[in-house]
């Protein structure tokens, strides 16, 4: 890790609350539909519509919500009611106005880190709801560069890295931020957050030489180091 010239962060789950609150959004759509299906397979045919929606959406909120929106229309035949829509489209406006929430420590770390470091951002996601979250991070200013893509994969990362191996990326999704970093080259370090995506999940390298996790963001610094 002496080499490493740039640190690259995942944004959602890493730097701030995000899964949380889509969380509480999906759980509230099942009270809603409730009513024509139990909670355990509603839950299942949004994953299900999620995931074949990602390629014609993207990820985030917006392609969240408009598979919300399909999801009530299939297991309701079509005839769920205009109240359910309505309220399915406002807790959708909920979530992309919800306040940024920064996980703990995440200020003060990656300050100090931009010391020795340039910082990059790599997230995914809805262009403008990712811009806006940024910037009411108060956050930017730490940044060199921003990269908001559609995909985390092997081509994403050789075309953001130039030199790979001097590039550590860390994020909290093992399929998205740290398995692809790994393939092309660089470091990767994997904070886990509490909430997991099933989209997200994937077996970890643990025997991976250019693999690391930590607790929390806060023990960076010290990894670094070589001291955790």
């Known amino acids: 890790m002496d080499r490493l010239t740039t640190l690259a962060f995942d944004a959602d789950d890493t730097l701030w609350h995000n899964e949380t609150f889509f969380q509480l959004t999906q759980e509230r759509f099942v009270e809603l539909l409730s009513p024509h299906n139990d909670a355990e397979d509603l839950q299942a045919r949004l994953l299900e519509t999620e995931k074949r929606n990602i390629g014609r959406y993207g990820f985030g909120v917006k392609g969240f919500t408009l598979s919300m929106i399909e999801t009530a229309l299939e297991v309701t035949n079509g005839q769920v009611p205009g109240a359910v829509i309505q309220e399915i489209l406002a807790n959708g406006r909920d979530l992309l106005a919800h306040p940024v929430e920064l996980l703990p420590g995440v200020k003060e770390t990656l300050t100090e880190v931009s010391e020795q470091h340039r910082l990059t951002l790599v997230t995914k996601g809805d262009l403008l709801h990712q811009e806006e979250k940024l910037a009411a991070s108060g956050l930017g200013d730490l940044f060199s560069d921003v990269h908001i893509v559609s995909q985390k994969e092997p081509a994403t990362y050789r075309r953001i890295f130039e030199t790979p191996d001097r590039v550590m990326m860390v994020g909290n999704s093992m399929k998205s931020d740290i398995l692809p970093v790994l393939e092309v080259g660089g470091w990767?370090?994997?904070?886990?957050?509490?909430?997991?995506?099933?989209?997200?999940?994937?077996?970890?390298?643990?025997?991976?030489?250019?693999?690391r996790q930590i607790s929390t963001i806060r023990e960076l610094p010290d990894l670094l180091r070589g001291s955790a």
């Open 188 to 211: 990767a370090t994997f904070v886990p957050f509490h909430i997991e995506w099933e989209l997200e999940r994937a077996d970890t390298p643990n025997n991976h030489p250019r693999f």
